[in-house]
């Protein structure tokens, strides 16, 4: 396993978040994108107020990457608070992607099934027994 990374999801701020923890931690973002920038998914259509939302963020801390994105209902059904993290692994391969996504979902439940995806990677979301949503990521090189 390569590393494991905070993922901290926002209803619609996580620009102005995130703005605010580059001025505090310094450094450079090594990637943001916006919801626009995601290819159409059938059943879920983006709005023109939820286009310019961040798809996803990365602000690289030392070893590690704060991670981040916005949400809306669509994506996330009804808005709550306290579940506004996620942890991401990142692994060496598709092996070892498909362990650890099996392993954390026994007796949970899958969000979203291990894949091939646009941002060349393969990824899946599973929450696992105890309500913990887990991202495992095998970035292609």
């Given at each position: 396993?390569?590393?494991i990374?905070?993922?901290?999801?926002?209803?619609?701020?996580?620009?102005?978040?995130?703005?605010f923890?580059?001025?505090?931690?310094?450094?450079?973002?090594?990637y943001?994108?916006?919801?626009?920038d995601?290819?159409?998914?059938?059943?879920?259509?983006?709005?023109?107020?939820?286009?310019?939302l961040?798809?996803?963020?990365?602000l690289?801390?030392?070893?590690?990457?704060?991670?981040?994105?916005?949400?809306?209902?669509?994506?996330?059904?009804e808005?709550?608070?306290?579940?506004?993290f996620t942890?991401?692994?990142?692994?060496?391969?598709k092996?070892?992607a498909?362990k650890?996504?099996n392993?954390?979902?026994?007796n949970?439940?899958?969000?979203?099934?291990l894949?091939?995806?646009?941002?060349?990677?393969?990824?899946?979301?599973?929450?696992d027994k105890?309500?913990?949503i887990?991202?495992?990521?095998l970035?292609?090189?």
């Open positions: 396993m390569k590393s990374n905070p993922y901290l999801t926002f209803w619609g701020n996580c620009e102005e978040a995130f703005n923890y580059k001025k505090v931690f310094g450094g450079e973002f090594t943001i994108g916006r919801f626009k995601m290819p159409a998914q059938e059943g879920k259509k983006i709005n023109e107020e939820e286009a310019n961040i798809l996803h963020v990365s690289p801390m030392g070893d590690s990457v704060l991670m981040g994105s916005d949400t809306t209902v669509a994506y996330a059904g808005k709550t608070e306290g579940n506004n942890i991401s692994i990142n692994v060496d391969s092996e070892e498909e650890i996504f392993g954390l979902n026994e949970g439940s899958v969000i979203m099934p894949a091939e995806t646009f941002w060349a990677a393969y990824f899946g979301m599973v929450k105890f309500g913990i887990w991202m495992v990521n970035d292609y090189k």
